[in-house]
């Protein structure tokens, strides 16, 4: 069975600074997802980065990119250059072909100012 | 392009009494989730469609939980009857296909009392 661990509940980071936020995985699949979400407190998740497992190069959308080590099964997201708005729960989830997607516990990430 | 909506935002009622929630997916998506999360929780599937039919309701509570797509567009989620531990929200997602991203509705924040 497929499973997402995030093992940071909350962290906190202060405006303009760098955060890492940490996802491990478990799967046998080959062929798969990643996203983070953000989940911020109007409860709306937003889809803030995707990884296909078959590409090594790790994604990036502008503040936001991904170090995607698909041996050790790990997918952390690395915010750069904080903003308040970017106070929300984010969540590790997983999707393979054959599996509905799962979610991590989620890491609720405070930024302040 | 209009994203997903779901209603009600807010529901309350009293445990042994039922209640349904709507969703409408983004036009052109053939796949529609419900999820139910927790506070403090990832969301956990309930259920996925496929056009109007089921590919996956293996975590439906199917004693007390319900849900149709009828013509493959609208969906609705019913409880019949409620308990406490059903106080949740109840997201909604759509995706074009049954593995690439999801999009989220607002969800529906349900408190049983």
């Known amino acids: 069975a497929q499973t997402v661990t995030q093992s940071q509940p909350e962290m906190s980071v202060q405006e303009a600074e760098t955060v890492t936020l940490s996802c491990t995985y478990d799967?046998?699949?080959?062929?798969?997802?990643l996203f983070w979400y953000k989940q911020p407190p109007s409860r709306q998740m937003i889809l803030v980065i995707r990884?296909?497992?078959?590409?090594?190069q790790n994604a990036t959308e502008n503040r936001f990119s991904v170090n995607f080590q698909k041996a050790a099964k790990s997918f952390s997201l690395k915010i750069s250059d904080s903003q308040l708005g970017d106070t929300a729960m984010y969540f590790c989830?997983?999707?393979?072909?054959?599996?509905?997607?799962?979610f991590g516990a989620g890491t609720r990430l405070t930024v302040k100012p | 392009e209009a994203g997903v909506a779901q209603s009600p935002r807010y529901k309350i009622i009293e445990k042994r009494q039922s209640v349904a929630f709507w969703c409408n997916p983004i036009?052109?998506?053939?796949?529609l989730y419900w999820y139910q999360q927790i506070l403090g929780q990832g969301p956990k599937l309930l259920i996925q469609?496929?056009?109007?039919?089921?590919?996956?309701d293996s975590q439906l509570p199917k004693d007390r939980f319900s849900a149709e797509r009828l013509k493959g567009v609208d969906s609705t989620l019913k409880i019949q009857p409620a308990k406490l531990e059903d106080s949740a929200v109840y997201l909604c997602?759509?995706?074009?296909?049954?593995?690439?991203?999801?999009?989220f509705g607002p969800g529906t924040r349900l408190t049983v009392t």
């Open positions: 997602a759509s995706s074009p296909s049954d593995w690439s991203e999801q999009y």
């Open positions: 799967t046998s699949e080959s062929n798969y997802y």
């Open positions: 990884q296909e497992a078959y590409k090594q």
């Open positions: 989830a997983f999707v393979s072909n054959n599996n509905d997607m799962r």
């Open positions: 036009s052109g998506h053939a796949t």
């Open positions: 469609f496929q056009n109007n039919g089921v590919v996956d």
